[in-house]
């Protein structure tokens, strides 16, 4: 009887529970009635890296496309960025009107995504693809659309456009492709297509910024996402979303100005606990347990706005929503902070506690303000700033999440025009071997490229910086727009300032006066003509911002690079004469030599040093190269360090190179390590001095963190720089890359993290694993974690790393000959044994190659011999 009872109040209670259970998860929950992820151009279904499956076109019976001529196609090149070979390798591609006609419920809203991978497909130029994508519906989701501009702008491989479209009448939703009439041999193409019903996140009609008693309905419009950050976290993949396969980015790169905040995690032990009235699908737990503040001093946090930028499009309405879960504070008062768009106050006294009554619980916020198309840039601007007035606990503002969506205008229409390339992105380096052009049609350049990389993890944000300040020197012209919703990770290289061709004949004399002195060689117009078969363009192996680099003969067979400046260039005639002027007086083996120069009709010509085995980080990966073994790696960090070192002691004045990375590390024909690009060197600071107070400039991803903050230019900023080299060339990755893991995207970050746990060797280079002695690897990385000392009096000076460098090396040669080193001479000498504080080695002991360089203060800004890394 009593198991009987039991029995029954155990299925009583099941059934009871289950019911409960399923009541919570139908209202909470969401489960798409359309989810259609369609591999566009593959007949067969296929899978992507996140598991998520895709449909191949032939599955769809041919029911869904109506085109008058398409055609499938297999990208060219297969960009190791990608994240996934599905949708991406496989393109439809259109010549004229074309339309996929999904069918789908009538009910709910639609995400539509697109995916675009711009490559050549079939021959075709990815330049020409100018085409427009419209619904049946009425609206305009892109019109004149480049994907190749766009992923240029972006320095992205892919692009994502992310719609949420209104319900079906029909019960079925077209989209249209028409390639532009407005360009020659236009086309369409597409990868990828996403339908997915959507619930309603939209809710309640948000409130216009700077009209408290007026709202705007979303319900009719079509809506684009332009930003969603998961802000204070790390980036979460669409398979990590809430229901909803939505990407979550890292909000690093919208940080504006020096106020970076701290980002916060949630304890363990708090639990995230969703209220009745927001469902589970608005954000994902980890976007509310992760969340940037403004710091511990409310004295610095009074005075300064937390402030992201957006680039957007002018002449529409954007909801900006923002996810709060406060996962410090517990109490009512104690983070009081005022929330700013676009410098009109949105939301006054804003307190998270005072909104959920409880620590742990999310809400979000939508706030609607329309950005008109003004001159200049079109921004979008989030502030938080601490509520004075309110008199909190603590002077602070929280942030867990940030979304920004594009309404669709009066007529329908969503587009914006393409983005602009950033000057940064025109500087960036072109990946393929010197001289060749890939599958892509990227070309490449003998002397090298500038750093494809960006900023640390924690310097993500200077990237926009750089943005906004140089486009604000632009003309904006009809060709501008918006960033898009991918975050921008790209190059920061500075262009010399613009100059006109006047005070020639002063700047001749002057460089003839170098000639006689026999510091730099001139060479008449015919000499180069002959050169270059009169600057033929089968010889051209890069073109930059100065011109086209030929490769070239002298003097019979003498193999030269041969840099013709381009009348439009930016870089003119001081910088032209201010580089010969240093570079002739630097002369050591380890350093890119300038031959000479050429100055007639006009003409501005510079002759340099052929390097037939280009950059070193085209030996290190995403080649085709053999691969460098581990003692030939050493020797060439040996060279570069010898090189920097000479310029940090052995000239007339310490010589700053500031751009220090593996792409301005060149080899000649014997692999010998040469020095390059002096375009952004400075001279060091005077006897008197311990730094020189600068503008940041240099390569993110090798920027040196304290010359960063504080704007003060040392020789250790080098060996900051150089740090990372040395782990680039341990791990043969890339200094920055944004398609890792947070933790992983900083090489940096990642190696030292890496190393302090005892796990280096699980992320070297592959080809090196159990090929290097472990005595060796220990010094070796214990060099590169002493460079990157976040202090740079920790650091050691460049003469000390190439004692520890050297050490390496005899190491390495010891063990592969089987004889013992003497690890005490290590403790004795200069560099480990001393904690870095010792003297420099003597300039004379270096190289062994002539140290007779003399430099002066004119030479603080030079004309870059490499700066524009196509022109190499």
């Not at 009081?336 to 409880?358: C, K, L, Y």
């Not at 008109?372 to 867990?400: C, K």
């Not at 060689?521 to 030929?550: A, C, M, W």
Request: some cysteine.
């Amino acid at each position: 009887m009593k198991s009987s009872t039991f029995l029954f109040f155990f299925l009583f209670s099941f059934i009871f529970f289950s019911s409960i259970f399923a009541t919570f998860a139908a209202s909470n929950g969401f489960k798409p009635a359309d989810s259609l992820l369609l591999n566009c151009g593959s007949p067969d279904d296929d899978t992507d890296s996140d598991g998520r499956k895709w449909s191949g076109e032939s599955a769809l019976n041919g029911k869904i496309l109506a085109a008058t001529n398409s055609s499938t196609a297999t990208a060219m090149y297969q960009d190791p960025s990608l994240p996934s070979t599905v949708p991406y390798m496989t393109a439809r591609l259109f010549t004229s009107e074309s339309t996929y006609k999904f069918p789908v419920s009538e009910n709910g809203r639609h995400w539509i995504r697109l995916h675009f991978y711009p490559v050549s497909y079939n021959g075709l130029n990815p330049d020409d693809a100018y085409f427009s994508v419209t619904t049946a519906d009425g609206v305009t989701l892109l019109k004149n659309f480049s994907a190749s501009l766009t992923a240029k702008a972006l320095t992205q491989a892919y692009i994502v456009k992310e719609f949420s479209v209104g319900p079906s009448a029909d019960g079925a939703l077209s989209l249209t492709f028409t390639p532009s009439n407005e360009h020659n041999n236009s086309y369409g193409f597409i990868n990828g297509v996403e339908i997915i019903s959507m619930p309603d996140i939209f809710g309640e009609p948000p409130t216009m910024v700077g009209y408290s008693d007026q709202t705007i309905d979303i319900d009719g419009s079509a809506m684009q996402t332009m930003f969603r950050l998961n802000v204070g976290g790390q980036y979460i993949p669409a398979g990590n979303d809430s229901q909803l396969s939505r990407t979550w980015y890292d909000d690093s790169p919208y940080l504006y100005g020096a106020g970076l905040g701290v980002t916060t995690e949630a304890e363990k032990g708090l639990k995230i606990d969703y209220p009745s009235d927001l469902p589970v699908y608005m954000a994902p737990v980890d976007v509310y347990r992760t969340a940037r503040s403004m710091g511990p001093d409310p004295n610095i946090n009074k005075n300064f706005n937390l402030t992201w930028v957006f680039q957007i499009d002018g002449n529409f309405t954007y909801v900006v929503r923002l996810h709060f879960c406060e996962i410090v504070m517990q109490k009512v008062n104690q983070r009081v902070f005022d929330i700013f768009v676009n410098n009109q106050t949105a939301q006054a006294a804003a307190d998270v506690i005072a909104w959920t009554s409880a620590e742990g619980v999310p809400t979000y916020k939508d706030y609607a303000v329309f950005v008109a198309d003004t001159a200049g840039d079109d921004q979008l601007w989030v502030a938080l700033h601490p509520n004075v007035a309110a008199r909190p606990e603590y002077m602070n503002a929280i942030l867990n999440g940030l979304e920004v969506f594009k309404m669709s205008d009066s007529t329908g229409n969503l587009a914006g025009p393409n983005p602009e390339p950033s000057l940064m992105m025109i500087e960036a380096e072109l990946e393929a071997p010197a001289g060749f052009e890939d599958k892509s049609g990227k070309k490449a350049s003998v002397i090298g490229g500038a750093a494809g990389g960006a900023a640390a993890a924690g310097l993500f944000f200077a990237v926009c910086i750089v943005v906004y300040r140089r486009k604000k020197k632009v003309e904006r012209d009809g060709s501008a727009g918006a960033s898009g919703w991918l975050p921008l990770y790209g190059n920061s290289h500075t262009s010399a300032s613009k100059s006109t061709i006047s005070g020639r004949s002063t700047a001749s004399s002057h460089l003839s006066s170098l000639a006689a002195s026999g510091l730099c060689r001139h060479f008449s117009l015919p000499e180069i003509k002959q050169g270059t078969r009169n600057f033929d363009d089968s010889l051209v192996i890069g073109v930059g911002g100065f011109g086209k680099v030929y490769k070239g003969v002298v003097d019979g067979s003498t193999k030269v690079a041969i840099k013709r400046s381009n009348p439009s260039s930016e870089q003119g005639v001081h910088e032209f004469q201010t580089e010969i002027e240093m570079l002739s007086k630097l002369r050591h083996k380890h350093l890119v030599s300038l031959i000479g120069y050429c100055e007639e009709d006009d003409e501005m010509i510079l002759v340099y040093d052929y390097m037939a085995y280009g950059t070193l980080r085209e030996h290190l990966y995403k080649t085709n190269k053999p691969p460098l073994s581990w003692k030939q790696r050493l020797e060439i960090c040996i060279g570069a360090a010898r090189g920097l070192h000479y310029l940090h002691t052995g000239a007339k004045y310490t010589i700053i190179h500031r751009d220090v990375k593996t792409t301005n590390i060149l080899l000649d024909e014997n692999f010998v390590a040469k020095v390059s690009d002096f375009g952004l060197s400075k001279t060091g600071p005077m006897m008197n001095q311990t730094h020189v107070s600068t503008v940041v400039k240099g390569s993110f991803g090798y920027l040196d963190p304290e010359y960063f903050r504080r704007q003060q230019l040392t020789d250790k900023s080098d060996v900051y720089s150089f740090g990372v080299v040395l782990f680039e060339v341990l791990c043969a990755r890339p200094a920055l890359n944004p398609s890792l893991p947070k933790e992983q995207v900083s090489l940096a970050d990642w190696a030292l993290s890496n190393q302090r746990k005892g796990t280096l060797g699980d992320i070297i280079d592959p080809l090196l694993k159990g090929k290097i002695n472990p005595e060796c690897l220990k010094k070796f990385a214990e060099t590169a974690e002493k460079c990157l000392s976040d202090q740079g009096v920790e650091r050691p000076p460049m003469g000390d790393v190439l004692w520890n460098l050297e050490f390496c090396l005899q190491l390495e040669e010891a063990a592969e000959g089987g004889k013992p080193v003497d690890m005490d001479v290590s403790e004795n000498s200069t560099g480990a044994g001393r904690g870095w504080q010792g003297s420099h080695i003597p300039s004379g002991s270096i190289g062994g190659s002539e140290m007779s360089g003399e430099s002066d203060e004119s030479s603080n800004e030079v004309f870059s011999q490499l700066v524009h890394p196509r022109g190499r």
